[in-house]
């Protein structure tokens, strides 16, 4: 199975700061690598797919980037309802593996 | 608006059976793989099983084969899981998704429903 090493597992950030999260996956995925979003009580959201594209309706801050197997979501301005968690996907090869999730904060 | 509402959740006791539901709307629904993936309380995301869009082809995850069956009604425009044998740790919040074609994002995703294994 692919495994996806998502860091850091929390992180705490101020307003309008920049915060980046990052995958790495055990081997070669292409960019079939998606980053969703997850607020408390409620299902996650895409954010962005095929590595770098940006979702329908997801603000223009987030951005994904990709350098070989590693993988990094960038937010480039937070803002307070960007707080929760967030979690990479590899849909390359079966089983699908998520990142075990960044927790992100207010500082 | 693309909508999935998932239902059938519930208590059930270690070694029974649920089938959970999600009613498909606002897209073509014949159109699209479809997947089911839970989330343990306080715990990640984690990918259940996959289905092709005329369902001939399924995929699972080891800890689910042989105990769990991915199903669709295209006509009916509905996702199942047919969950056999539980064991305490399929206890999770199970979540049915709509996936991308080429790139095999989860585009949509329902709200969620609870199953509890638990005697």
């Known amino acids: 199975d692919i495994q996806m090493t998502q860091s850091p597992a929390s992180l705490s950030a101020s ?43 997801v603000p223009s801050r987030f951005s994904g980037s990709r350098s070989g197997t590693q993988y990094s979501l960038k937010i480039s301005r937070l803002q307070v309802e960007d707080i929760g968690i967030y979690y990479c996907l590899q849909a390359y090869s079966a089983p699908d593996t998520f990142g075990a999730g960044t927790k992100l904060e207010l500082k | 608006e693309v909508q999935l509402v998932e239902s059938g959740g519930g208590l059930v006791q270690p070694g029974r059976s649920l089938k959970l539901s999600c009613a498909a709307s606002g897209f073509t629904f014949s159109n699209y793989g479809m997947a089911w993936v ?22 699972y995850r080891d800890s689910v084969k042989g105990r769990f069956t991915i199903s669709r009604d295209n006509a009916k425009n509905t996702l199942y899981l047919q969950m056999d044998s539980l064991r305490s740790e399929d206890t999770a919040t199970y979540y049915c998704a709509r996936r ?18 638990s005697s």
């Open chain 1, 15 to 57: 307003l309008e700061e920049i915060v980046t999260i990052t995958c790495q996956a055990s081997q070669d995925i292409g960019n079939w690598l998606s980053w969703y979003q997850q607020k408390p009580g409620k299902s996650p959201q895409l954010l962005i797919y095929g590595a770098t594209s940006l979702a329908d309706g």
């Open chain 2, 100 to 117: 991308d074609g080429y790139y095999h994002y989860f585009d949509y995703w329902g709200q969620g429903v609870m199953v509890t294994v």
């Open chain 2, 38 to 59: 839970c989330q343990a309380p306080t715990k990640g995301l984690e990918w259940v099983a996959s289905i092709s869009t005329g369902g001939g082809n399924t995929y």
